[in-house]
Nanobody, 115 residues
Framework: QVQLVESGGGLVQPGGSLRLSCAAS????????MGWYRQAPGKQRELVAT??????RYADSVKGRFTISGDNAENTVYLQMNSLKPEDTAVYYC??????????WGQGTQVTVSS
């Protein structure tokens, strides 16, 4: 089992910044990829950014504004979000992938971008 605990969401004005954190615990040696997804009201959950070994992938909508990074010593993945837009408003979920289980998800953290 893998447990994912997210933090760092909140309310921010357009153009502002937030940093999300996701701490993994449990069977972390099985994890080969971690990332962030988001789900806005009435929309499907979508990929924001993932980090797999040395490979990083971003959704086109966040390229140049968001940065994903990981701290192996702390078993934590971060999402630095800059130049936030109202359309970034969503619940953000941390994700962890293993080869032998279904994906793991955090509880989600709300990000609201509004003036």
């Amino acid at each position: 089992q893998v447990q994912l605990v997210e933090s760092g969401g909140g309310l921010v004005q357009p153009g502002g910044s937030l940093r999300l954190s996701c701490a993994a615990s449990g069977s972390i040696l099985r994890i080969y990829s971690m990332g962030w997804y988001r789900q806005a009201p009435g929309k499907q959950r979508e990929l924001v950014a993932t980090i797999t070994g040395g490979a990083i992938r971003y959704a086109d909508s966040v390229k140049g504004r968001f940065t994903i990074s990981g701290d192996n010593a702390e078993n934590t993945v971060y999402l630095q979000m800059n130049s936030l837009k109202p359309e970034d408003t969503a619940v953000y979920y941390c994700n962890a992938e293993t080869y032998i289980t279904a994906p793991y998800w955090g509880q989600g953290t709300q990000v609201t971008v509004s003036s």
